[in-house]
């Protein structure tokens, strides 16, 4: 079973077009953290949220933690975000992986 | 931001052997967790330390797997009688609570493990 469901599983889209990854959670969970991982491998935390919305530069997330759906937004996409984008529920002693989004951004 | 090296980068060994790979967080960090993700598959929990103390573990971490603290800095993970479908990249984090700011990971760049 999966505990986490991401949609897409992959995306393409083009330079400048307004993104949308969503994931959904079985899990009971204190928070929610978003991931990047590079095409080379290397893994960045970009969020971690427990309620509403938060919004670093290009990027915006927002967690309905009663739905237990998160979703994360890119406006103005560009080349250099693509990457595999992961959602990663906390339960409080565990986290629990999404497949994972991979998004190619064409110039 | 907090600093997480892992060594080796890349490690190659035969089935059967032992392998140690290494966490070291520049400061002094008291959660760490173990991943892994075998290629092309996605990113799994393995184990997460807290305080010197397995808090966590999940399926995939069996008897062939230990973590450890041998030094107070360095964090360890051994693989005993490696299999060859233990290749996979391996990833450690630590995780930093920051009270009403709440939480966050930070990854290393993770050691790629080749078993022949």
């Known amino acids: 079973k999966n505990e986490v469901e991401q949609s897409p599983q992959n995306l393409t889209a083009q330079e400048g077009e307004f993104i949308t990854i969503n994931c959904s959670y079985s899990v009971g969970i204190s928070a929610l953290h978003w991931l990047q991982q590079h095409p080379g491998g290397g893994i960045v935390s970009l969020f971690m949220l427990s309620s509403g919305k938060k919004k670093h530069g290009r990027l915006i997330a927002t967690i309905n933690i009663q739905e237990k759906h998160s979703s994360l937004h890119i406006t103005a996409s560009h080349p250099r975000d693509s990457a595999v984008y992961i959602c990663?529920?906390?339960?409080?002693?565990?986290?629990?992986f999404g497949t994972g989004t991979s998004l190619t951004v064409i110039p | 931001e907090p600093e997480v090296t892992q060594t080796p980068s890349h490690q190659v060994t035969q089935m059967g052997q032992e392998v140690i790979l290494r966490c070291v967080p520049i400061s002094n960090h008291l959660y760490f967790y173990w991943y892994r993700q075998i290629l092309g598959q996605k990113v799994e929990f393995l184990v997460s330390?807290?305080?010197?103390?397995?808090?966590?573990k999940s399926e995939i971490f069996d008897d062939q797997f230990s973590v450890e603290r041998p030094d107070g800095s360095n964090f360890t993970l051994k693989i005993r009688s490696t299999k060859l479908e233990d290749s996979a990249m391996y990833f450690c984090?630590?995780?930093?609570?920051?009270?009403?700011?709440?939480?966050?990971?930070?990854f290393g760049p993770g050691t790629r493990l080749t078993v022949l």
């Open positions: 330390f807290y305080n010197n103390e397995i808090s966590e």
């Open positions: 990663l529920p906390f339960t409080g002693n565990q986290f629990y």
């Open positions: 984090a630590i995780f930093i609570q920051y009270g009403r700011r709440g939480n966050e990971q930070f």
